[in-house]
């Protein structure tokens, strides 16, 4: 840890009604990391994503960003503040072209040409495929597009992505996980949420296993791999 705090979870609580999801979790991202969120299905992954971005807001707890609480913001004003997030349903325009799904979240946050050149240069396949429809790309492709929509309009200073690799063929989970390391590479801070502890581990510079709503675990991403007995319990990995 740099000292540098980008964002910061405090002893956050959050319920869907009187279900009490996650309990007193607490972790923080540097700028400039990759830190991965990994856990079973039902740990409470998503929900935290949700927390942080104003969607399902916690009922005790903070959540600071760049020295700010944001926990009572609203959606749009936690995308305004830098934070972006691509959900695992991935919500992109599927009768739109990959130029027109990028303008128009471009011009959703005001973003520019150069804004919308510079993905195209993260994403060479999305340069090649401007003027094809998104229904008929591969899955792969889709997450690409769904990372680049994320990454235009309002500065991007954190980037949440959730379940990047589900559903994907094992030749495109590596070419989707080249390409977010290469964006990390780049300078922006990611907090990837993902189910495929390998990838997530291989990539990302710090782990927190999430169990029940629970912080179980909280380190560096070789230590949590060569910890048999908590690969088995928490992540179901031998």
Do not use: C
């Not at 977010?180 to 990837?192: D, F, M, P, Q």
């Not at 782990?207 to 319990?233: C, F, P």
């Amino acid at each position: 840890m740099s000292g540098d705090d980008l964002l910061r979870v405090e002893s956050i609580n959050t319920y869907y009604g009187e279900s009490h999801i996650l309990h007193d979790v607490s972790f923080e991202i540097d700028r400039g990391e990759m830190v991965t969120l990994v856990g079973r299905n039902g740990a409470g992954k998503t929900t935290t994503l949700r927390s942080i971005m104003g969607l399902t807001p916690p009922r005790s707890g903070r959540i600071v960003f760049q020295g700010e609480e944001i926990q009572a913001f609203r959606p749009y004003r936690i995308r305004q503040a830098g934070v972006s997030w691509v959900p695992e349903d991935r919500r992109i325009f599927p009768d739109l072209t990959v130029a027109e799904n990028i303008r128009l979240a471009a011009s959703a946050g005001n973003g520019s040409r150069t804004d919308m050149e510079q993905v195209y240069d993260l994403f060479p396949r999305l340069d090649e495929r401007r003027s094809q429809r998104t229904g008929t790309m591969s899955g792969g492709e889709q997450q690409m597009l769904a990372i680049a929509r994320a990454l235009v309009g309002p500065e991007t200073d954190l980037l949440m992505l959730d379940e990047p690799s589900e559903g994907l063929a094992p030749q495109i989970i590596e070419d989707v996980r080249k390409s977010i390391k290469a964006l990390n590479e780049r300078g922006v801070t990611i907090l990837l949420v993902e189910q495929n502890a390998d990838l997530a581990l291989d990539i990302a510079d710090r782990a927190y296993v999430l169990e029940t709503g629970r912080i179980e675990y909280r380190g560096g991403t070789d230590e949590l791999r060569q910890n048999e007995s908590l690969m088995q319990e928490y992540l179901g990995v031998r």
